[in-house]
Structure formats: C-alpha cells, structure tokens
C-alpha cells in the first residue's frame, strides 16, 4: 500500500507536482460537440466564449468509423484557437474500448499543454483513476507538459455508484464527477428509454378520499435522479470536488432541462452538460445564483458580522449554519461575476435594491 504522503508525489519522472486543490474555475456548462463534425466544428470559434468550457467528445454519439477524425479534429482545433478564459475538456472513449490508449497517447503529446480536463466515461472504481492517473504522468513528463491535465469520471454504471467515494478520492488529479443517466439506466436495468430528465411512470398517487372512494387522485411526479444525484454530491463534496448533472437528452424540452439543471443546482452541482446550443443558456441561467438569492445572501453575512450567534433578518433567524450557507452562494457569485460582466452587473445592481 503507498503511503499518504506519497499522494502528493508525481507518478513519474519528470511530471508535474499534482495540485492540492482542485481549482474552482466557472464551469456551469460543459459544451459537447463533435470535432470530426465539420459543422461543430466550425461553430467552435463563436461557441468558446459564450461557455465556461468546451469539451471535445470523442465517446458515444461518434460513431466507430468516425473516432480518429473525430481525434484529430480535436488536435487540430485546440492547435488553431485561443481558448481565453474557456477552459478545454475532451471526453475520452471508455477504458476497454481500442481507442482510449491512442486517445490518452495523442491527445497529451500533441495538446496537452491547452486541455485541462480529460473526462473518463463508465469509472466502475479506484483501479480505473489509477490507471489514467499513471498513463497521464508518464505522457505528462514525455511531452514535457508543466501543469497536471486533471481528471473527471462519469457515474454512469451500478459499479461505478457503488463505489463512488473511493472514485472521487483515488488521485489528486480528480476535478469531478458527472451524472451519466443514460448508460447508468442501461446498466442498472432500468426500464426508461431516455437521456436524463423524469419518467410520468415514476410517481407517487394521492390516498384515496375515505368519503368517496371513486374521487379521482393526484399524481406526483418523482425524481429518478435524487438519489443517485445526492449520493455523487456528498462524494465530491467530502474529497474536496465538483459534481455536475450530466445529459438532457430531450433537447426541445427547454422548460424541463431547466428543472432537471435546477434540481441538480440546488443540491450541491455545480454544472451540466450542454449538447445543443440551446441549452448554453439555460445552464448559464440556473447555475449562476439568481441576484435576490445573491443579495439576501450578502445581507445575512454583513449582519451577521463574525458569522457566529444569532439575529432576525426579515422574521427569518440567522444563525453560523445559515451564515455558511450564505458564504457558499456569495462566494460563487463572486467566482461566476468576475468571468461574466453582466452578471457582476445584475448582482450589483440587486444589492441597491
Ligand atoms: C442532438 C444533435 C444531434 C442535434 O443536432 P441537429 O439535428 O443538427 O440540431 P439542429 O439542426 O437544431 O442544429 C442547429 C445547428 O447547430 C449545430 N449544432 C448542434 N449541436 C451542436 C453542438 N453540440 N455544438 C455546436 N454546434 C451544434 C448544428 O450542426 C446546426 O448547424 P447549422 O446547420 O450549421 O446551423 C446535436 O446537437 C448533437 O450531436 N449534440 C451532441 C450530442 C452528444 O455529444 N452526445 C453525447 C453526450 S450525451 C451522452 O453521451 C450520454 C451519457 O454518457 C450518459 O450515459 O448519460
Ligand atoms: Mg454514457
């Protein structure tokens, strides 16, 4: 067994010192596209800077005779545009596929000075990071690369979830974590047919009226995702990094991407996966705390002082617990303003309110 101090050294000569902490850079969209797909591709140079990051997928919706263009699309992308602020992510295929090594061995040699975050589809456990953890160092130190590429893993087999502490633990290099409702449906046999998003199957029915048994009952609709949801956030948030709703497949659906975004905002993600240009805006909206939410929160803490005791805020009590909470939406909308200049404007302009 390595040591914990051991944690922190490079796993190869000549790699660079793992970080100690995972960087909280705005990410509140992750935007998919195709780099083999000449029109993707060509929307790249308008679609940078309107997401916090852009991410190359070289995984499922590439269709198998299409992996290497979509590979050296990539490369010649990242080579051919100034990302600015936006960071570059790929998607590598899936460990036991034949692409992923000549991914992992291309993508770092010829690119790995402009990607910041390799995503690792269907991580089933600690043994899987371990792996790309290694490969990463020695291609880090080949090609002479200064800063660590970090590492995502998508929870998107029963495996995987059932060992998702140990996954968001297993490296230093680890940035977060990624719902994958689709394959984990497929694997954990689930009956849907969907990407992400609710089922009307799944629901809880009204007692039915005592005083009139024929009375028709209320349905509600339940969320197949809270569990597995809640489960990835308290992973990341116990090994110190991020978790994101993933897909929304039904990309028409506008109205309910926005509540599956919403549900997964409020429960600790950070971000989620774009697929269409549509759904740029939506993330950016529910991921970037709204500017009331934003400006109450800046109240508690300027009357809260030291943080600690507690006060009345408008027949609301305030107290250590909900000056901490206060301090994660302020803190983010601070991170989230200094990238977007309306936003830092919307804030400023609620706090006068
Ligand atoms: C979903 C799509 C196939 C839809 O594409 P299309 O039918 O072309 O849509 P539109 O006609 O509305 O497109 C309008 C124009 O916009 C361009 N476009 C579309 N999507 C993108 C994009 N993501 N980035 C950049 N540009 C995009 C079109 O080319 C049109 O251009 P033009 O004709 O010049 O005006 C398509 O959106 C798509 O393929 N999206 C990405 C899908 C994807 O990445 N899927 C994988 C992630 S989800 C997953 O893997 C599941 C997960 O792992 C799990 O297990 O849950
Ligand atoms: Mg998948």
Not at 159 to 185: F, H, K
Not at 215 to 225: I, M
Not at 270 to 294: E, N
């Amino acid at each position: 067994m390595r040591s914990a101090k051991d944690f922190f050294r490079p796993l190869a000569v000549g790699a660079p010192a793992p970080v100690r902490e995972v960087p909280f850079r705005p990410s509140r969209m992750i935007h998919f596209f195709d780099p083999g797909n000449e029109k993707m591709a060509a929307k790249v140079p308008s679609i940078a800077p309107q997401v916090d990051v852009l991410l190359g997928n070289l995984e499922d919706a590439v269709q198998a005779d299409r992996k290497e263009a979509a590979r050296n699309g990539l490369v010649q992308i990242a080579k051919a545009t100034e990302f600015g602020d936006t960071q570059l992510w790929t998607r590598i295929n899936s460990l036991d596929s034949p692409w992923a090594l000549d991914d992992l061995l291309t993508l770092v040699t010829e690119i790995g000075d402009k990607l910041d975050v390799i995503m690792v589809p269907k991580v089933e456990g600690a043994e899987d990071i371990h792996y790309v953890d290694r490969l990463l160092a020695q291609l880090e130190a080949k090609a002479g690369i200064t800063r660590p590429i970090l590492v995502h893993a998508i929870l998107e087999t029963a495996t995987g979830v059932a060992n998702v502490e140990e996954i968001a633990g297993a490296s230093p290099r680890m940035q977060g974590i990624s719902l994958g409702p689709a394959d984990l449906a497929a694997s954990r046999r689930m009956k849907t047919t969907r990407v992400g998003g609710g089922h009307p199957g799944y629901l809880v029915r009204e007692d039915p009226n005592p005083s009139d048994s024929d009375a028709p009952r209320a349905t509600f609709q339940q969320d197949l995702w809270h569990y597995t949801i809640a489960r990835m956030v308290d992973a990341c948030a116990a090994h110190g990094i991020l978790p994101y709703y993933g897909p929304f497949g039904d990309i028409r659906d506008t109205l309910a991407c926005e509540d599956q975004f919403r549900n997964a905002f409020l429960l600790g993600c950070v971000g989620a996966w774009s697929l269409h240009p549509v759904q740029i805006a939506i993330a950016k909206k529910v991921f970037s705390p709204a500017p009331a939410d934003v400006a109450w929160a800046r109240k508690v803490i300027d009357a809260m002082g030291d943080g600690t005791g507690a006060v009345m805020i408008d027949g609301k009590m305030q107290d250590d617990a909900t000056y901490k909470q206060c301090l994660v939406v302020s803190e983010l909308a601070d991170t989230l303003a200094a990238r977007d200049p309306e936003l830092a404007e919307a804030y400023a302009a609620a706090e006068k309110e």
